[in-house]
């Protein structure tokens, strides 16, 4: 990973390259045969397709197959999808998944436009819906059906900022207060800044390998003892227009992603240690945690005020701060939680470290729960 | 597929699904369990992302697995690969792999603005590069080395628009001559109008089924004999700016994807039989034969002029009528032209018929073959 801000003297190929040098040396120096690269904004903010050669190439990883991926915020998830299938198939052995995004660089006013083409252009971006404002309708009808304040929600920045103090890859490493919270200025009512995940630049790389013998191998090499397979992984879509949603308070593609990463892995909820899930906003982070199974509807945010979730609980959840406070590189966020997941596994995460997780996961969204993508990890020693 | 044009009544939405519904029908009304869309523009044409799920619940098929895969014109081939990995891992068993362009609603410079952005960014672009003037270097280099004269080259167009007078589905479906050639107007010099494809709209879709027996099944139900499987597939990629390639005359990624598709495929360039090659202008398509080993560098316009690739000859090339008259809707090409080969080798295609092929191969580039995507398609009876 790179860490998460605004790096104006460094291009997205520059951030990229970076990371992707960062997972080639975790890997023991593999040379990946394929990359796959999740990216939302690149064709509107940097006006640059044909990406995901142009980060080869510059990477010094000329020739080899690269493609881009686009599922909005859920782009870093669908790419590890893809390129987990590519494994899997046996079309390459050894593959990179990455994720990378520039933000910074524009008018807020034209990010904040980009984003809002995760919506539908037609039935919602046509009529001025923005990102923050379809998300901000949602946490205000949960609050009115569960009968939350303001502050009952406040409590999942206020810890994720805690968390992000400890990770040297975050964008916010800075505690905060309820106050801070509360009094901070309005984005789309009923969400404030500090409800929101802020606008930033990263990039995040993930070498997968075929076979578990060559991935001792390496470990082998490189002294490590600890080996992260992936178990399980779930996809779903859902509708992207909010008006054609069955129920705006469940997120449907969560709910069927997380079953069947757990039915791929072999697993129920309740062995799952740990968990990075996409708070792009509060309210995201609590349903994330009701469609994954660890709390029951309109429970996530009570749970969250009584301590659960924290270090000692199972799952714990977030420990890199989440989007919230570690940042939110679209593109690339997905290949973050996935970074941050191994390590907690591996015990080398470099920050507020869980408990000796067996067995983690990651939850990617893109859009609106338009996309959601679950993985599952299980340590094998 | 959708026929190839300006569609002022139809969203990209309604061209998609009408695909979508050919190919689920042509497959005996088989659901696919994942989408993979290849398309380049939609982010600054269309204000559009999340566009896979979009496309996904538009189709009725809300919920599965769905990404856009980006790789420039090459996006629909890319979109064959990631989808024909998918099957073959066995995360699905069927895939619907797709691609679709909606071009012509925006003016003119807006769009050839958007294709440009398949160069470097801020090394192409920037500087004023359009597509068209980048192939038009290649094509003036090509002339230079090897001594051709505009009309040498000018018998590509001339039968691209010939075979396309048959094809119900092609954009320009109307014979030409030499001269109409020539006298076209100057786009990029020695480019003129008729050197180039046509910017337009349209959608094609393919159903990929995982194994032998389900497939075999599809066909009873349907009473049809020939079976057509995906032999062989290679992807490679070169740098995005052309300034950093070591020989702009040889398109290096497409002798590479070329390469491994053959030897996946088992077999020599000689055992095919029919091709459908990627022609954005007619040099790419001179290129594409020589990169592929059907004709010695700098040899490919002599021996098209001399009649070669035509009917009867091994291999045959291009009876759809090409990107030339056949039209490119970018993301959608590579799409088109499997189910063009696939027709051709059951001896469906509904325009001029190729000599009923055994081994059938496509060839999608995207940018200046920055991306190549080569597939071997091979008949089963």
Redesign the interface.
Known sequence: MTKVGRFFDK?ARELFAEALFNAVNDAGGLKPQ?LVVGN??S??L?????????L??YSGL???????????CG?GG?AL??G???V????VDVVAVGGVEKLTENVTAMTTKALA??????YE?FYGASFAGLNAMIARLYMDTYGYTREDLAYWPLRMHEYASYNPYAQLPRKTTLETILNSSVIADPLHLYDCAPIGDGAAVAILVRGEEKAREINRALGREVLVEIAG?G??????DLG?RRDLLKM??SI?ASRKAYKMAGIAEKSIDYVEVHDAFHITGYLALEAMGFAGEGEAPKLWKEGRFAKGDRPEVNFSGGLKARGHPVGATGIYQLAEAVMQIRGDFPGYKASSPEVAATHNV??VA??SIVSVLRRAT
């Open positions: 291009s394929a939302m904004t064709s509107v940097m006006e640059q397709d044909s990406l995901a050669a142009l080869a190439d000329r020739g080899i197959p690269a493609f881009k991926v686009e599922a909005a782009s669908a999808y893809a987990f299938s590519l899997k198939s046996g079309l083409q995760a919506a539908d252009a037609e971006l992984i996809y779903a879509t859902d509708s992207v054609s449907e593609s069927i893109g859009g338009t996309f």
